[in-house]
């Protein structure tokens, strides 16, 4: 760190030497408070960058979950619509019949 000349320390008045001594040493100083800076935002910088990666690894692995879990209900649907469809294919006829009516209707206004 710096260290300061008094004229009461050493009995004589700082030149413009000594002046010159402890602004280079304060400019040493600061360069180096500026490099702990530095390599502390650097390492709060990687510690927010790992913490938002781990944030983003777990919304795509809890968007995946979901995507296989509607996946599934999707093809549990399915299945259950095949089956209605060969018990009664009759009435899946009608039904189709009457949603293709009522499309028609809504698309010619």
């Given at each position: 760190?710096?260290?300061?000349?008094?004229?009461?320390?050493?009995?004589?008045?700082?030149?413009?030497?000594?002046?010159?001594?402890?602004?280079?040493?304060?400019?040493?100083?600061?360069?180096?408070?500026?490099?702990?800076?530095?390599?502390?935002?650097?390492?709060?910088?990687?510690?927010?960058k790992a913490r938002a990666?781990?944030?983003?690894?777990?919304?795509?692995?809890?968007?995946?979950?979901?995507?296989?879990?509607?996946?599934?209900?999707?093809?549990?649907?399915?299945?259950?619509?095949?089956?209605?469809?060969?018990?009664?294919?009759?009435?899946?006829?009608?039904?189709?019949?009457?949603?293709?009516?009522a499309l028609a209707l809504?698309?010619?206004?």
């Amino acid at each position: 760190m710096a260290t300061t000349a008094s004229a009461t320390s050493n009995g004589k008045t700082p030149t413009s030497a000594d002046l010159e001594k402890q602004i280079a040493q304060l400019r040493e100083d600061i360069s180096e408070i500026a490099k702990t800076v530095g390599t502390m935002g650097s390492a709060k910088g990687a510690d927010a960058k790992a913490r938002a990666r781990e944030k983003v690894d777990d919304l795509n692995a809890a968007s995946r979950d979901m995507i296989a879990s509607l996946n599934e209900q999707v093809g549990e649907l399915e299945d259950s619509v095949v089956g209605r469809v060969r018990e009664r294919p009759f009435a899946a006829l009608g039904i189709a019949a009457g949603i293709g009516f009522a499309l028609a209707l809504l698309a010619r206004r």
